[in-house]
């Protein structure tokens, strides 16, 4: 293709018309305008290239940051329902957690018993009983006592042994310092497996006045396992002789263990003259001194009921009566 500019006129000195032409060759400048159209194209295209990289980049980014946090929640939405499972109790839902058990309480059980020969205690003086223990014996010291001459009663002021241990008074039964005969529980627990000493100390300093002279005392020790305290005591102490014994008993636990500790007047052995328990208590011992017979009943309870506990004798005698609950230990079930 070929542009031909031309013009004319008149020179000076009369000249002739000059001409001047340009010419564009086909095969090289006129190329180079497409080339820098495309070249930008090229270039324009590159741009959108890169941008839509860029923005597919970002997209993907945000999409897997979206998945992520859908996964973490459903992953403590899963993890959610185990936790409130754990707290369930075990009442509901299905998982791996352990069932809760619910503690119940095991019946104690009788091991022994000791009786320590009578004794003739004078004022000033103290009553001591040898016996055998094992580690946590849960110990049951009755203590009977009566005149050894005119006056009134002395208190028992502390009950002790060589083990250490300090035994605290669970109950008493006396209608008062001027009658002749009264009766009084103490229980401990054994720290090992030993023979013990175990001494009644009788508060003569505060005994009023008139005061014995003397005591004439005896100790039966009864011996249980499996005990984890006392619970409900009930004491009679009537003031006149009778032939029977009644109280009602309601024990705090369930699977508790009930122990009738009886003492009254001793006229003869306790083969012929053995009270006669309500069906399910067991005679555990029968001790006959020359004033005073002590005699030791058991019988596990299934529920916290009144029970009512009985005994007759044959002959009218002057009576003492202490019934304590002992409280099993709670297991899981």
């Known amino acids: 293709m070929q542009a031909i500019f031309s013009g004319s006129g008149q020179g000076r000195g009369g000249a002739q018309p000059r001409f001047s032409s340009y010419e564009f060759d086909d095969e090289t400048e006129p190329s180079s305008a497409p080339d820098r159209v495309f070249l930008n194209s090229l270039d324009l295209s590159k741009k959108r290239g890169i941008n839509s990289l860029r923005r597919f980049s970002r997209i993907l980014a945000v999409t897997v940051l979206i998945g992520v946090m ?125 023979s013990t000493n175990i001494t009644v100390s009788p508060d003569w300093f505060t005994c009023q006045k008139p005061c014995v002279a003397s005591i004439i005392i005896t100790m039966t020790i009864g011996r249980y396992r499996g005990v984890a305290g006392v619970g409900s005591s009930t004491s009679i102490a009537p003031s006149t002789s009778s032939t029977s014994q009644s109280v009602n008993v309601t024990p705090t636990q369930a699977n508790s263990m009930l122990v009738e500790l009886l003492s009254h007047g001793a006229y003869s052995g306790c083969g012929i003259d053995a009270p006669q328990p309500d069906a399910g208590q067991i005679s555990r011992n029968c001790f006959t001194a020359t004033t005073e017979r002590t005699e030791l009943f058991d019988h596990s309870v299934s529920a916290t009921q009144t029970y009512t506990e009985s005994y007759s004798w044959a002959q009218v005698e002057v009576q003492r009566g202490i019934y304590l609950e002992l409280k099993g230990n709670s297991v899981g079930a």
């Not at 959610?80 to 309480?105: C, F, M, Q, W, Y």
């Not at 016996?131 to 009663?153: C, K, R």
Request: aromatic share 8%.
């Open 70 to 194: 859908l996964t973490t929640v459903v992953g403590f939405s899963e993890i959610n329902p185990i936790l409130e499972h754990h707290t369930d109790k075990g009442s509901s839902g299905t998982g791996t957690s352990p069932p809760v058990r619910t503690p119940r309480a095991l019946a104690p059980s009788f091991y022994a018993v000791s009786n320590v020969p009578e004794a003739r205690v004078s004022s000033n003086e103290s009553y001591t009983g040898m016996i055998a223990t094992y580690s946590d014996d849960f110990t049951i010291v009755q203590i009977a006592y009566s005149q050894g001459t005119a006056g009134n009663l002395p208190d028992i002021a502390k009950v002790t042994d060589t083990q250490s241990s300090n035994y605290t008074r669970s109950a008493s039964a006396s209608p008062g310092v001027a009658e002749n005969f009264w009766e009084q529980v103490w229980t401990g627990r054994a720290s090992r497996t030993s």
